[in-house]
């Protein structure tokens, strides 16, 4: 059997280590600072254990690299532990651009030095059809979407998946995903497995991995889960990364640098369709050239008479008319109108929850990384909810995922349609 598993016609793109290198035996675990940090993890306090899958020591491991230290530390740990690791990188925009190229240079780099193979695979189309496109349509209509959502269901955790699974025998070796993202995967019983947050609050990721399929969790190894920021770079420069200082991503890498507002890059994609600007008394102040150029709750210059009383002050969006293709703004970032407490969310999946039993105590991100919020009522649909909050919240923007949780457990998520006060 081969190595990395019983292939299907499905031939690994680029070994960049010859094979011999992957018959030697288990190389020395580093220092013993790293060591300590393997596993189990002494440095977490025992209300933060929590069952866990573990890899057989012949089993497969896959990684999901994207050239950041996250990654990159997560390869780091699991071939210190494990014989079978490879890098894997997602190329998923268009193969000649600059940071696609940049990125993949990266990950050769850190898999050469940890002494691994790394593939390269191409998910341009599956992106673009599953993930961009449905994205530039939410823009257009008025939506806030986050891309990476769409990425991490459908493509890292959806293409990536499928393609792996199709090298491997229903009887053959067993296999795993493993990425760097801050989040846990609790194994609660046999067949049932749990996604938590992270222990590191200040990275938690599970809001951006709450609407992946739950039946792909037995597969998935999140070895950051236990870990803060400060200690993965301090592991990185202990594994003699060359990402251990390099700077977070921020946004999508695609995004030129030239466009220092988001709403210009997706000027490239969208035509302009002007529309106006106005009060809630229908009053007009000025144009738009997109509804996707504002955000609800953001701030936007008009031109205001000061000297009216009415209507000087600082202005801020509240609503997008889809209808007549109207932005809406009220006076002042506090005003009420910016706060409401009801909210329908469509596209409703649940993951590994019953909804009949575990619907009490719970909280609701509607961002990531936000203090979460209490939920007072929830009425349950078939592929929707309706959710009301103890408090209301300032800016909810229809597009947004919303995300349930019952302590730290993901119970589910959906796209934010509707808000209501």
Same mark, same amino acid.
Request: with cysteine; aromatic share 10%; net charge positive.
């Given at each position: ?33 790293? &060591? ?41 740990? &699991? ?45 341009? +189309? ?22 990476? &959502? ?190 409401? +407490? ?80």
């Amino acid at each position: 059997m081969p190595l990395l598993g019983t292939l299907k016609n499905v031939p690994i793109m680029l070994l960049r280590c010859p094979l011999k290198s992957l018959l030697r035996p288990p190389r020395r675990l580093y220092a013993t600072s790293v &060591l300590q940090k393997l596993n189990p993890h002494p440095h977490i306090p025992e209300p933060f254990a929590y069952p866990q899958s573990q890899p057989e020591i012949n089993d497969d491991i896959y990684v999901a690299m994207s050239s950041g230290v996250d990654s990159s530390v997560t390869a780091a740990l &699991l071939s210190k532990m494990h014989k079978n690791v490879c890098g894997v990188y997602m190329a998923n925009w268009s193969q000649l651009a600059k940071c696609t190229e940049g990125e993949w240079s990266d990950v050769q780099r850190v898999c050469d030095h940890l002494q691994i193979p790394c593939e390269r695979v191409n998910f341009e +189309k599956e992106y673009w059809a599953d993930v961009f496109t449905p994205m530039l349509e939410m823009y257009e209509n008025g939506f806030t979407p986050n891309p990476d &959502l769409g990425c991490n269901t459908y493509i890292k955790f959806g293409k990536m998946i499928e393609h792996l699974a199709a090298r491997y025998d229903v009887n053959s070796k067993n296999w795993w995903l493993a990425t760097g993202h801050y989040a846990r995967v609790e194994k609660a019983s046999a067949n049932k497995y749990n996604l938590l947050r992270a222990y590191d609050g200040n990275k938690d990721q599970s809001y951006y991995l709450a609407n992946i399929p739950g039946k792909v969790l037995p597969r998935i190894l999140l070895p950051l889960g236990h870990y803060t920021k400060p200690q993965v770079r301090k592991m990185a420069a202990e594994f003699g990364l060359h990402t251990a200082l390099k700077a977070d991503s921020q946004g999508l890498c695609f995004v030129s640098p030239d466009h220092t507002k988001f709403r210009h890059f997706l000027d490239e994609f969208l035509p302009p369709k002007p529309g106006n600007i106005i009060t809630e008394d229908g009053k007009v102040w000025g144009k738009h050239q997109g509804i996707w150029h504002a955000t609800i709750g953001q701030r936007l210059g008009v031109s205001m008479p000061q000297g009216n009383p009415k209507y000087s002050g600082v202005w801020f969006v509240s609503e997008k008319r889809i209808a007549t293709n109207e932005i809406v703004i009220v006076k002042g970032g506090q005003n009420e109108k910016l706060f409401l +407490k009801l909210l329908e969310v469509s596209n409703w999946a649940w993951i590994n929850c019953d909804p009949q039993e575990d619907l009490e105590e719970l909280t609701l991100q509607f961002r990531s990384l936000q203090d979460p919020v209490e939920v007072s009522l929830i009425s349950v649909g078939e592929k929707s909810v309706t959710i009301e909050l103890k408090d209301p919240q300032r800016a909810m923007a229809p597009g947004q995922n919303a995300v349930l949780y019952k302590g730290n457990k993901v119970l589910g998520a959906g796209v934010l349609m509707k808000t209501f006060h």
